[in-house]
Structures are given as C-alpha cells and as structure tokens.
C-alpha cells in the first residue's frame, strides 16, 4: 500500500446484482479480492451494490434491506481489507436510526477501521428512481476522506450531475473523486439516439468535472437489466460504462456493460503538474460566489 | 427577430485578426452581414476580435487599443445591427478611465442601443497569454443580459473554465451560454497528443456546462497565427473548433480551424423540457454551498 501522494492503482468493481443480499455481498467480496490479487490498492463498489435497484417503486418493506455502518457489509468487507491489505470503498444503504434511512457510503481502511463514511447529499426522484421516499439528503457534507492511500474524494451518483458537489470535495485536496452509481435506461430508451445522448451527458459531465478541479475522476455503475416490480414500469438497463478519467478529462480505462474489474494507476503528483499548466484554483472569483448558495436569481 | 422564448438562429463569427484593428473592424461588420443574410438573429464575435492578441507580451503601447463603451467599435456595429435587425454581442477592450481596462463585451440591440455589457470576471495568466497586466478583473459579476432574442448569457474565454459563472449565469435564466474565446496552441502543442488534449478538455469542460445547467453553450474563437513579437516565444496558432452545443452537451454545430460562420438554432423551450427530464435545478444542496466562497477547504 503506498503512502499518500505516491500512485496507487483503483479498481472499479463493475458487477450485476442478485435478488439475494448475502449473495450479492459473497460475491462483491470475491470480486473485492479478485481485484487485489490483480494489484489493487483502493477498491470501489457500485450504489447499493447489496441490493437489486429497490427504489424502481416505492414499497416500505424495502427498508429491511437497511443496516447500520458498522453492520453486516462493513464487517464482510473490512476482513477482505484487513487480508488483502486494502482499502474498501464500500456504498450501504443505511438504516441510521428507526425510521431514518441514508444512500452511505463507508472507506474501510486496510487494517478493518472505518477510515469515513458519507452520506448521498443531491437525492433525485424520477420516474423509476423513487430515491426521495428512500432517502434523507446526507447531513455530513461534502468529504475527502483520509486514507493511507491518501485523501478519497466521495460522491455518490446523482451528486456526479453537480459541479458544486465536485468542487467542494476537490478544495479539501482529494486527487480522486469516486462515483458509485446505479445508472441505466428505460426500456425505451435502450439503443436508440436517446439513451446514447444520455450515457454520453453523464459521461462528459464527470469528465468536466475532473477538468475544472484538475483531478482524477472514477464512476462505477452496475450491470444486468432488473425488472421494475409494480410500478409499471418495465425497468432498467443499467449500462455499465464505468471509467476513471485523468485530470484532462482523458480516459484512462472504461468497462462494457458486462461484469468487470476495471484497474488504473491514478497518480497524485498528476494533479499539482495539471494546475501549473492550467492555474484555475488560482483565479477563482470567490468573492463573487455567493450567489451559489440561492436556488435560482430571479 | 423573434420574442424571447421563441427559436432563433445564433451565427458566430470565427476570423482571424490581421495587425490593423480598422481592417478587423471592418471584416468583423461585413462578416455580422453576411451572417444576418444567412438568417441570423443573434451574432457573436470572437474575444478582442480588433486586434492581435497582444497579451503574447506585455507592453504599455498596447494600452492604446483600449477604447470606451459606447465607443468606435459599438457604433460601427450598431449601424450593421440596426440596418440588418439583429443582436450583436461584441467583444472590446475596454477603457473605462485613466489606466483602468477592462476585458469586455458590449450586447447591441436591432435599434442600435446596447442592451448591456459584461466585463470577463476571470482573468488569466500564462506564457504568452500575460492578461493579468493588461485587464481588471470585472466588478459587474455575472450576468444574463436581456434582450429582444430572450436573455443571454455573456461570458469571456477563461470563464469557460469556471463550473461557478456558468451555474450564476444560468441561474439568472440565460437559456444559452456565449463564450467569446482567443485559445490556441503554443508551437510544441500543434499537432500533438498534448495539443489535441487540451483541445479537447476545452470542449468538455463547455459541454458539461450545457449539461449540468441544461443549457445551450456557445464559444467562437479567432483562427490563424500570431507571432508572439517580443516575448521570445514563437507565437499562438489560434485552434477555431467553435461550437455550440445543446442542454444534453450535443454538439449542433462545429467549425474547423478555418475562417467561417457557423449558424445554430437555439430553442429555449428546450431548456424547461431538458430540466423535466434532468431536474438538477430542483436537488442543488444550497444549504452546503457556502464553502464554495472560500479559496481552499484546507
């Protein structure tokens, strides 16, 4: 495991997701392995990797997928950590107290401790992804979270859409922001100009990100198609797709819309190298800003 | 020219800038013609369009290319929009008073008056772009100017870089985003991996505003090479690429590297149909942006 600010090597796991949680968490934990045998340092799970995409409908029996953190998938994980000697990016669904539910992530440092966790802070709610009845927007902030690898920068899918949320975790000196995400198409919108335009949105818009904050940016999505349930729906086509990009916004490496262990070296120096050339830290225009915190000026 | 809200067509002028701002002013007039012959509503010149891009060198002569606001430039281009009905949105360097210069550009209305100006609130400085020496930074924030096409949208060059002035813009309802630019390539980045990178991240990082703003975005850049003079650098040989590119970051429109107008329709209903899909608007984490004022979060 390398100190902060040497490169480490990321890997994306890119999974599809059983009915079953234990099963699904049996195998993110073999993946999680697989992928440090292939010399992995830090390991990132997708959104809610525990579970099939719940909020297709809004269905209260589905909080009993909830657990806390520390809980079942943290402890799972943090003894895939402490035998490989890696660090676990690992998304919960967690069940905080009776009634109150976050989108959380957990950092699992290399020893089983919890290096951090973070809690979804931009819920979204559209046809299909019901995530509002689901979950409380996250109390804890945007987080770059310490790590022996060095500082993580986490977000969580619908956070990837907002260039607040990115800036705000790049100022605390992550050189990395991590995207786990449940992202796919309706059925109608599978293979037609629409859902290209749509994968390509979600894509460039990270790939902005990493640009304006000059660093590293991985998101990692799940796969498979799962039936809506009731609500009507058909369901989703998760694509896939998950990439890490540089501090250009170049791809460094990104996946199909099969399963997959995707693996890149991010290194940390990159970023200083990035902002000398291109010194947008510097100009700023802080003074100016305050407006940000409105909800439209009109 | 339509009412605001109703489709219109944008032209952006891409030229190149001979020594002789007379000349150039009168290239930049006939080109808004011709533009409003092909159907044009609304023009945009390239930032400084008058002049070379002196920022290759700092040198207090250069300070006499400033002129005021209204001034030489706007009154010639005020004829052209006042005969041809159109918007003109124009790029000046701008002396405001005594050693006091400003980045800036002037929006004409079809009756020759202007609708409002917008002062460049980023300013850089790099080899060969030393703009810090030459400019002000702006005092007039961001802004969305209205006007008979609707609002627009006014920012200049380094701006594109800034996730911050696109979001305050957009937040004031400019369905489009007007990006005036001089970019290009130092000699050892023509025709390179690194050159082709740059060029690209310029492009992404504008599209991921479109996206995250659901927005039009449109940048000109000046085409050709420009020696440096003094400097001891070779020059900037000026990359065109401009673009306009729809709320889902969709390219409409793209110029080559050559002399050219490029005309787009804009539709501003887009913009609400784009924020039904995407509603990011609805979800932006307000409470939490105040650090966004700060200049590090360390």
């Known amino acids: 495991m390398p100190n902060a600010e040497e490169p480490f090597q990321l890997a994306l796991i890119q999974m599809p997701v059983s009915l079953d949680p234990d099963a699904s968490l049996a195998h993110a934990c073999g993946r999680?392995?697989?992928?440090?045998d292939?010399?992995?340092?830090?390991?990132?799970?997708?959104?809610?990797?525990?579970?099939p995409y719940f909020c297709q409908s809004e269905d209260p029996?589905?909080?009993?997928?909830a657990e806390p953190i520390p809980g079942p998938s943290t402890e799972a994980l943090a003894e895939v950590a402490t035998d490989a000697g890696i660090v676990i990016v690992a998304p919960i669904f967690e069940r905080r107290g009776a009634g109150l539910y976050h989108n959380s992530l957990a950092v699992i440092e290399r020893d089983g401790s919890i290096a951090g966790i973070y809690r979804k802070m931009h819920i979204p709610d559209d046809p299909n992804y019901y995530e509002k009845y689901y979950f409380t927007p996250g109390d804890l902030g945007f987080r770059a979270i310490p790590t022996?690898?060095?500082?993580?920068?986490?977000?969580?899918?619908?956070d990837q859409w907002y260039p607040e949320a990115a800036r705000l975790t790049a100022l605390q000196g992550a050189p990395l922001l991590l995207y786990p995400t449940a992202i796919g198409w309706l059925p109608d919108e599978v293979g037609n100009d629409e859902g290209a335009a749509q994968r390509d949105a979600w894509m460039t818009?990270?790939?902005?990100?990493?640009?304006?904050?000059?660093?590293?940016?991985?998101?990692?999505?799940?796969?498979?198609?799962?039936?809506?349930?009731?609500?009507?729906?058909d369901g989703i086509r998760f694509w896939g797709g998950s990439f890490v990009c540089d501090p250009q916004g170049r791809i460094l490496a990104?996946?199909?819309?099969?399963?997959?262990?995707?693996l890149a070296t991010i290194e940390p120096a990159r970023v200083e190298a990035s902002r000398r050339a291109w010194p947008f830290l510097r100009d700023r225009r802080i003074d100016a800003f305050e407006p940000l915190t409105r909800r439209f000026l009109d």
């Open 32 to 36: 999680v392995s697989d992928a440090a």
């Open 38 to 51: 292939a010399g992995a340092d830090v390991v990132c799970l997708p959104e809610l990797f525990r579970s």
């Open 61 to 65: 029996a589905n909080f009993d997928l």
């Open 148 to 158: 022996s690898a060095g500082k993580l920068g986490t977000l969580i899918c619908w």
């Open 205 to 233: 818009v990270q790939r902005g990100h990493a640009i304006a904050n000059n660093v590293f940016v991985a998101a990692v999505n799940r796969v498979g198609f799962e039936p809506a349930g009731g609500s009507g729906r």
């Open 254 to 262: 990104q996946a199909g819309d099969e399963e997959e262990i995707l």
